[in-house]
């Protein structure tokens, strides 16, 4: 089993920042894709962005150039840097990461941007 705990929602101005950070931590033999998705209220949990364990990242078009997504292999640790946030930003984000074929969930946490 794996866990995910994250940190660092909250609440900022639109074209403020917030950076999210999700630690990984119990029976872990090798992280694979470590990786971000939201979901704000009445919509379908989206993704945001992931990055692979070589590095390579995806993200969605919405947050390209705002949102950086890096990962620490050596920390299991998966962080998302989010800049010019907007009031379409606000969801809960969850961390995500697959280990060993299996998807893991953090519980959450909530951004809310204001206009």
């Known amino acids: 089993q794996v866990q995910l705990v994250e940190s660092g929602g909250g609440l900022v101005q639109a074209g403020g920042s917030l950076r999210l950070s999700c630690a990984a931590s119990?029976?872990?033999?090798?992280?694979?894709?470590m990786g971000w998705y939201r979901q704000a209220p009445g919509k379908q949990r989206e993704l945001v962005a992931t990055?692979?364990?070589?590095?390579?990242?995806n993200s969605a078009d919405s947050v390209k150039g705002r949102f950086t997504i890096a990962r620490d292999n050596a920390k299991n640790t998966v962080s998302l840097q989010m800049n010019s946030l907007k009031p379409e930003d606000t969801a809960v984000y969850y961390c995500?990461?697959?280990?060993?074929?299996?998807?893991?969930w953090g519980q959450g946490t909530q951004v809310t941007v204001s206009s």
């Open positions: 995500n990461a697959v280990e060993r074929l299996k998807s893991y």
């Open positions: 119990g029976s872990i033999f090798m992280l694979n894709a």
């Open positions: 990055v692979g364990i070589s590095g390579r990242t």
